[in-house]
């Protein structure tokens, strides 16, 4: 298994502002995965961020929206712009610990609320 | 296109009793199969999963599923439920996709264990 951090673990912030938000994992790791749970509802997948490459964004999803950072490994950043009520969620990152398993393990969530 | 559908939003048992909760897929080709909990404020985590062969699997926490390609099911049961098992099961689906590994998660069944 993995341990995941993510920061913050929820944030209350204004309409018109960014949030990132911060994963990391305890250890090196080739797929990071970003979802949004949107409330009583389940996970949707925003994008996968593979380490050295540009992130690849589910239908619905753009970058100018979530842009996402991969510097290396064991980190990921996702960042939410120009945020409006509708973007209050859970966001959950996820990895593969190793590859082509096919199992996922989360972190525990960044709850947003947008006011 | 690949799809989960889990007909119960929420179910409520009895501590000591049985558990079943069901989920069926569609998927044109054999499924990866999985089944995560997520208690409350916490990230998921994965019970079991079934890729091939035997199709009765054996998960964590006492959980197994059962495969079902006639009916494209993959139900989750427990034999006793204990209070601890209060908490959202989502069912997913999975596929190799260029790029990685995309699942689909279903919308997921509250469980909920009366003394």
């Known amino acids: 298994s993995a341990v995941i951090s993510q920061k913050p673990s929820r944030d209350i912030c204004q309409r018109g502002t960014s949030l990132t938000i911060q994963c990391q994992v305890d250890?090196?790791?080739?797929?990071m995965f970003w979802y949004r749970q949107q409330p009583g509802q389940s996970l949707t997948l925003i994008a996968t961020a593979n380490q050295g490459s540009e992130a690849t964004y589910e239908s619905g999803f753009v970058i100018d929206k979530f842009p996402i950072s991969r510097p290396n490994l064991t980190f990921s950043t996702l960042t939410v712009s120009n945020m409006s009520p509708e973007d209050s969620s859970i966001y959950l990152c996820?990895?593969?610990?190793?590859?082509?398993?096919?199992?996922?393990?989360f972190g525990p969530g960044t709850r947003l609320t947008v006011t | 296109a690949q799809s989960v559908t889990q007909p119960d939003i929420h179910i409520t048992v009895s501590e000591g009793a049985s558990l079943e909760l069901r989920c069926n897929y569609s998927?044109?080709?054999?499924?990866?199969l999985f089944w995560y909990v997520q208690s409350p404020g916490q990230g998921l985590q994965l019970l079991l999963k079934?890729?091939?062969?035997?199709?009765l699997v054996q998960g964590i926490k006492g959980f197994e599923a059962e495969f079902k390609r006639s009916q494209s099911s993959f139900n989750l049961r427990k034999p006793s439920v204990h209070w601890s098992d209060a908490a959202e099961y989502f069912c997913?689906?999975?596929?190799?996709?260029?790029?990685?590994?995309?699942?689909?998660f279903g919308a997921g069944t509250r469980l909920f264990v009366k003394a």
């Open positions: 996820s990895v593969e610990l190793a590859e082509s398993s096919y199992e996922q393990y």
């Open positions: 079934y890729f091939s062969g035997d199709t």
């Open positions: 998927y044109g080709a054999t499924p990866y």
């Open positions: 250890s090196q790791v080739t797929m």
């Open positions: 997913a689906v999975g596929s190799p996709n260029t790029g990685g590994f995309k699942t689909i």
